[in-house]
């Protein structure tokens, strides 16, 4: 027979996490005021909140924790990971940041102004975040079939060239500091963007003069469906694939948290001396001094390892094989998410699970709320209390789409986990009819609501 598919490691060391019964979590998730970012994680059996900084680290990694060097300055940890990352990424320059955010603030900071306008493919919430803080307009130009989520696509995260090409029309190149192509697009489901679509933005960019950036979060990831998925790369190495992607690119801002599996770290790389010398004035003032910018020697060493690791096939197999097997367990089940499953999480679509829960009660929180009653399992709303309100009118906003992301931490569960989700979304989904009332809100902040909000059941 076939030998079946299995992990590309063992495991050495072990974490236990707790069960518990229904009664506690009613009353834990009720002192929590209804809010999954409140819960203690001793509370949650199953977490996948997030796969930032929730991986597994490696031996090697590990190992590589314990060779640190802390100098202040010029340390043996910084020139590893500036070798690994002009080897891997192709940048010469690079900046390490504490975390991804970080370096879009040290990159933001050195190159927008009030009016600029930015546009890219769903840029992610931080991004869109230090854009619109300095005043400056992200345009959206995402192809439209990603927010259709039956629509099976290989690379449903693209670019829509003509739509970016109107935005460079109708502003001045002086005006446009930068496009950013994010890879995979978390935005849009983890969806992955073709090596063509990489080379048309860029060329797209350069033939307007205006700098490409791409933001590389799961760029390892995005590597990996080009191989499985576009013609004239199943026989190129993820490193070779990842070469070719990120060299059509003139920046590359990484949250190290997710591709190259470490709990925390980041970094900005570039090509260009003069924006090096730009954004270093604001590393040091925000981060640290240039060669750790907010990192530990320790930690530079692990992100360094983890690039490397993390560019193999086998480790980027077992991943997203996790993630599909979840996905095709929901299949047989019927429980509906956004099509096809993408890299780091699956994410459910909570509007066609609930029916019966009107808009303004909440939908994708109250499907977030009764999966982890079921079974202490928690995922996160991307959905109207996420969208928050309008800033002009104070109304809520309803987005076209109420989605519970389920994200798979790296090497963290086993498919035996995967099991357990996917049962507990399969019960949820057949006593969906009973699912009538949603939540309201008692409390919240002005920005940023969904950290902190509290809310009631709806009477
Ligand atoms: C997580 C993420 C960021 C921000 O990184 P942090 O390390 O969380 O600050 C930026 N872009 C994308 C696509 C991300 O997934």
């Given at each position: 027979m076939e030998i079946p598919f299995s992990e590309a490691y063992r495991i050495k060391m072990v974490e236990p996490i707790h069960k518990s019964t229904r009664e506690q979590r009613e009353q834990w998730i009720k002192q929590a005021h209804?809010?999954?970012?409140?819960?203690?994680?001793?509370?949650?059996?199953?977490?996948?909140?997030?796969?930032s900084g929730t991986g597994a680290m490696s031996d090697r990694q590990w190992s590589g924790m314990m060779l640190g060097d802390e100098s202040y300055a010029g340390a043996s940890s910084f020139q590893n990971l500036k070798d690994a990352v002009e080897k891997i990424?192709?940048?010469p320059l690079v900046i390490p940041t504490h975390q991804g955010r970080a370096a879009e603030n040290v990159l933001y900071s050195a190159t927008l102004k009030e009016g600029d306008i930015v546009p890219g493919n769903s840029h992610f919430d931080t991004t869109k975040g230090h854009i619109e803080f300095r005043k400056a307009v992200a345009v959206d130009c995402t192809i439209?079939?990603?927010?259709?989520?039956?629509l099976e696509l290989?690379?449903?995260?693209?670019?829509?060239l003509n739509k970016l090409e109107d935005c460079f029309k109708k502003?001045?190149?002086?005006?446009?500091p930068m496009c950013v192509l994010t890879v995979t697009n978390n935005t849009a489901g983890g969806q992955p963007v073709s090596m063509k679509n990489v080379r048309e933005t860029s060329e797209l960019c350069h033939k307007y003069g205006i700098p490409l950036q791409i933001d590389g979060a799961r760029f390892a990831e995005n590597a990996y469906f080009i191989k499985m998925?576009?013609?004239?790369?199943?026989?190129?190495s993820i490193k070779e694939i990842v070469r070719e992607m990120l060299s059509y690119a003139d920046i590359m801002t990484m949250s190290?948290?997710?591709?190259?599996?470490?709990?925390m770290g980041g970094f900005l790389a570039m090509r260009d001396e003069e924006l090096y010398h730009k954004c270093s004035m604001y590393a040091v003032m925000?981060?640290?001094?240039?060669?750790?910018g907010g990192m530990n020697g320790r930690d530079m060493n692990a992100l360094a390892i983890g690039l490397d690791e993390n560019t193999e096939f086998d480790m980027l197999d077992t991943r997203i094989r996790q993630v599909a097997y979840l996905g095709s367990k929901l299949d047989e089940y019927g429980v509906p998410y956004q099509?096809?499953?993408?890299g780091h999480a699956i994410f459910l679509d909570a509007k066609k699970i609930l029916t019966?829960?009107?808009k303004e009660q909440f939908i994708a929180q109250t499907l977030g709320i009764e999966l982890y009653l079921e079974a202490g399992i928690r995922g996160v709303e991307i959905g109207s209390i996420l969208a928050d309100?309008?800033?002009?009118?104070?109304e809520n906003r309803y987005p076209k789409l109420e989605l519970l992301r389920l994200a798979i931490p790296r090497r963290t569960y086993t498919n035996n986990h995967m099991d357990v989700i996917a049962a507990a979304c399969k019960n949820v989904y057949d006593r969906r009819?009973?699912?009538?009332r949603g939540y309201v809100i008692t409390r919240e902040l002005p920005v940023l609501r969904h950290f902190t909000v509290e809310l009631e059941p709806a009477k």
């Open positions: 209804y809010n999954l970012f409140s819960l203690k994680s001793s509370q949650v059996f199953i977490d996948v909140l997030t796969d990424c192709t940048f439209d079939a990603a927010s259709n989520t039956e290989p690379f449903k995260g693209e670019m829509d502003y001045p190149k002086e005006q446009i998925r576009e013609e004239g790369y199943a026989d190129k190290s948290k997710k591709d190259a599996v470490v709990n925000n981060e640290g001094f240039l060669t750790y099509r096809p499953a993408g019966h829960v009107p309100r309008d800033p002009k009118t104070g009819e009973s699912i009538t």
